[in-house]
């Protein structure tokens, strides 16, 4: 974690893929990483996986796919969180690829509560998943972050609970 917040994958241009389960705090370190990145001058975009595919499809639908397109690639950094989440339609797998493609060179950070070696069997055409994992996950560190969800300990506490014996 030292290393990433040293931002030497920022000026060298590497990418970050943080993985692993639920409530580990994957989000909260590539937004972390972003606010870093954010103070040596790098223009930040934070968002879901399923909301940047969602806008994406809008495009389609509305025919300003091009114009939303170039929106997502501007940043200097685009932080993908919750990616791989479940299977992806062709549109989506097709649009994923684009934006991978187009964003070749440019940093990104991903979150995922699978391992890289999971994504294959969520892309419909195995052609496209090697193609658009490959580009990913080669040019990027790989982080496993491992331990128990720090969500329950932030759970409301009920006025009733008795506390706990000495």
């Known amino acids: 974690m030292r290393d990433l917040a040293a931002l030497s994958w920022l000026h060298s241009g590497e990418s970050v893929i943080l993985f692993g389960p639920v409530g580990v705090g994957k989000t909260h370190v590539a937004q972390a990483l972003g606010h870093l990145a954010i103070g040596q001058g790098a223009h930040v975009r934070f968002a879901k996986t399923s909301r940047i595919l969602a806008e994406l499809a809008g495009g389609h639908a509305d025919r300003t796919w091009d114009r939303r ?26 649009d994923l690829y684009e934006l991978v493609s187009e964003r070749q060179g440019r940093l990104v950070i991903i979150t995922s509560n699978r391992a890289p070696s999971d994504w294959y069997p969520l892309f419909p055409n195995p052609v496209v998943a090697e193609s658009l994992l490959d580009r990913l996950i080669n040019a990027s560190h790989q982080v496993i972050m491992n331990g128990p969800s720090y969500r329950p300990n932030k759970r409301p506490k009920n006025p009733t609970d008795k506390p706990p014996a000495k």
């Open 69 to 94: 397109m170039r929106e997502i690639i501007r940043p200097d950094l685009l932080i993908l969180d919750d990616f791989a989440m479940r299977q992806l339609t062709a549109q989506q797998a097709d």
